[in-house]
């Protein structure tokens, strides 16, 4: 999938599922239940055993979602990824080399910063957003709208601590989109393989990201010259 594609997908749905599971197998149905939830799009951390066949597997098997890699901590790894098809790369800090490397494959890339300095040396790179990761631990929503003041044109995607309480006010906030891992594809789900339950979940966060932008929009001053 073209790069263009991919970010548009991502801007759309606003929400980036993040499996972090204990094996393949796992990662394989919470990808199936999210997508069945409306969520065509997974990233699969490099972190799950057997990370670079289950991207492979799901670029082969379902066409249709897009299947991207994170915790990729260089450009060795992002190799790996790109070779197993995947649509795009992020992880939790910035390598400059990894990004660098994305960029020359065209392919998109967002790595993780928490201050604005990080974010600044990050977004110089040219990669496609900017996750700002974690935010729970620096004050959740209202860090991305102190952020949003001196970098308002940045796209910043909030991760970390993101859940059904505080998912819309995120958007709200400003955040293009949705960084979330375990309040999406809860363990427990995924040892009971409970795929309605993950279903339920998605179709709740996507439903989140278009209140926050609705209610973001119906803020906005109007366009409209007053007396």
């Known amino acids: 999938m073209k790069r263009e594609a991919v970010r ?15 094996s393949a197998e796992d990662a394989l149905f919470a990808a199936e239940a999210v997508a069945g939830g409306g ?18 597997h799901l670029v082969k098997q379902v066409p249709d979602m ?13 190799r790996g990824c790109l070779d197993a098809g995947a649509s795009f790369l992020t992880s939790d800090g910035l390598d400059a080399g990894m990004v660098e490397f994305a960029l020359k494959q065209g392919v998109v890339v967002f790595p993780g910063v928490l201050t604005p300095t990080e974010l600044i ?7 496609d957003f900017i996750k700002i990761v974690p935010c729970s631990n620096v004050g959740g929503d209202s860090y991305i709208r102190d952020l949003k003041g001196p970098f308002p044109n940045v796209p910043l995607i909030a ?3 993101v859940n059904q309480q505080n998912a819309s ?9 949705l960084g979330i891992g ?14 309605d339950r993950i279903g339920e979940l998605a179709r ?24």
């Open 8 to 22: 548009g997908w991502i801007e759309d749905i606003g929400v980036i599922p993040a499996v972090r599971v204990s």
């Open 39 to 56: 969520i065509p799009i997974v990233e699969v951390e490099l972190t799950v055993p057997g990370a670079i066949k289950v991207i492979a």
């Open 66 to 78: 897009v299947v991207g890699a994170g915790s990729v901590l260089d450009a060795e790894m992002a």
């Open 121 to 127: 040396t990050a977004w110089k790179t040219g990669c």
């Open 159 to 161: 991760a970390g601590g």
């Open 169 to 177: 006010n995120y958007i709200l906030h400003g955040a293009l989109a």
């Open 182 to 195: 375990g309040e999406l594809v809860p363990k427990e789900a995924i040892r009971m393989r409970q795929a």
């Open 204 to 227: 709740r966060f996507v439903d989140f990201v278009k209140s926050g932008r609705a209610h973001r929009q119906a803020r906005r001053p109007s366009s409209v010259n007053r007396p």
